[in-house]
């Protein structure tokens, strides 16, 4: 392993371009200044370091131009603040990638289903568009997405080029704004108006554990084998290597055995309440 890529020591990328998704959500295109990561798959996360501030794990939503990355950060501490602060030019530290992946291409031949819920659309949007890469693999690729508002809805740019590839595509608010046209309500509430066949259905799902805890019911009521549904779990993810324990959930430790796991081991996890 090279020291670019050993788990100490991140290896330098460049931001080349910034775009704000929502008033407290940003997404970085990354370009590495050295020797890149190994190439990531779909699910699989990276340990971003803001020079001076710290760490922290963030969810890969897709790759950049030169073998880059792109990573889309929620501000909701100090080190992600500065992250998402970060212009074009600024440099920072990446590690990974690590834990496990969706699995995309296990879905082949029969109907991918993809259920997000705020930022859990982003871990999400790799595996989307992996399967739109590949689109004559799918019977349908169906993608379900909620947000507290229409403003707080990210890669809202992206959902006309993701239909125009081959994907359906619907959207729930839970409250709306004037002018919002859509859906209002959770994003359970469209599972049955996608009117997938359960018996030849994989589920991806990633938001708040409530929300998909509810869904991953609302599919397993449906008929959706609980081996077909796959759930990510992020629960206090420090080290990213499985050598610090912060993450610990149950007989797993998600950075090395998740965060993407089968509901069938995720099921009674979940039920447990996170500190």
């Known amino acids: 392993m090279s020291q670019a890529t050993a788990p100490a020591l991140p290896a330098r990328y ?15 295109c990354l370009r590495p200044v050295d020797q890149p ?7 699989q996360f990276t340990m971003l370091y803001a020079p001076g501030i710290g760490e922290v794990p963030i969810s890969i939503s897709g790759t950049g131009p030169d073998l880059g990355l792109v990573q889309t ?13 970060c212009t074009p030019g600024r440099m920072i530290g990446v590690r ?36 739109l890469g590949h689109r004559e693999l ?6 379900l997405a909620g947000a507290r508002s229409p403003e707080e809805l990210v890669f809202a740019r992206e959902l006309d080029r ?24 959770v994003v359970t509430q469209l599972i049955g108006r996608a009117d997938v066949d359960s018996a030849r259905t994989t589920a991806l799902i990633c938001g708040p554990e409530v929300m998909m805890r509810l869904t991953a019911r609302e599919l397993r009521a449906l008929g959706v ?8 779990v992020e629960r206090n993810m420090r080290c990213g290597v499985a ?11 998600l950075c090395r055995d998740g965060p993407v796991i089968g509901y069938e081991v995720a099921m009674p996890l979940l039920a447990i309440r996170e500190l």
């Open 14 to 28: 460049q931001v080349v371009e910034r775009q704000e998704e929502t008033h407290d959500t940003v997404t970085l």
């Open 37 to 43: 990561i190994p190439e990531y798959r779909p699910g």
């Open 73 to 85: 950060i929620r501000a909701v501490g100090a080190v992600t603040r500065a992250l998402c602060a």
């Open 96 to 131: 990974g990638p690590y834990g496990t992946d969706w699995n995309v291409a296990s879905a082949a031949g029969d109907d991918l289903l993809i259920v997000a819920g705020g930022i859990g659309l982003a871990p999400l949007r790799g595996a989307l568009l992996a399967a």
């Open 138 to 143: 799918y019977r349908r690729v169906v993608v």
């Open 162 to 185: 993701w239909h125009r590839d081959g994907a359906e595509v619907a959207v729930t608010v839970d409250q709306a704004a004037a002018g919002w046209t859509g859906h209002v309500g």
């Open 225 to 232: 084998p609980a081996a077909r549904i796959r759930v990510s």
């Open 243 to 253: 050598e610090c324990g912060h993450c610990q959930l149950g007989p797993l430790l």
